[in-house]
């Protein structure tokens, strides 16, 4: 993951969030020391979608799109709205685990959750 790209050879890219937690935390030491990660000014798909600023020099950018399973599509659509070609890669998601029996009495033994 993120771990990986601190190696100059995965600095070859911009990266871009949603809002300004997810940027600041990208920015961190700790958590990828990246620089100049873009966040648009409101904190939505749509913001980042219609603000992203593009690269003059290239006729369409590449975008990987690292979503919740459950995402609606407004950052992918509105972004290829505006020339970029979007790779959609659904990385999560959100949804509630099945658990069975054995998971349930595990998690009731725990001290520490």
Do not use: C, H, I, Q
């Amino acid at each position: 993951g993120l771990f990986m790209m601190r190696e100059p050879r995965w600095r070859g890219f911009r990266l871009a969030a949603v809002g300004a937690a997810t940027s600041r935390a990208l920015e961190a030491r700790e958590t990828g020391g990246f620089r100049d990660v873009y966040a648009p000014g409101r904190a939505t798909a749509a913001s980042l979608a219609a603000a992203l600023p593009r690269n003059a020099s290239k006729a369409s950018e590449r975008v990987l799109y690292p979503a919740s399973a459950l995402a609606a599509k407004a950052l992918e659509d509105g972004l290829a709205a505006r020339g970029f070609s979007v790779t959609r890669v659904d990385a999560y998601t959100t949804d509630a685990a099945a658990w069975t029996d054995a998971d349930a009495a595990a998690a009731a033994r725990a001290d520490v959750v």
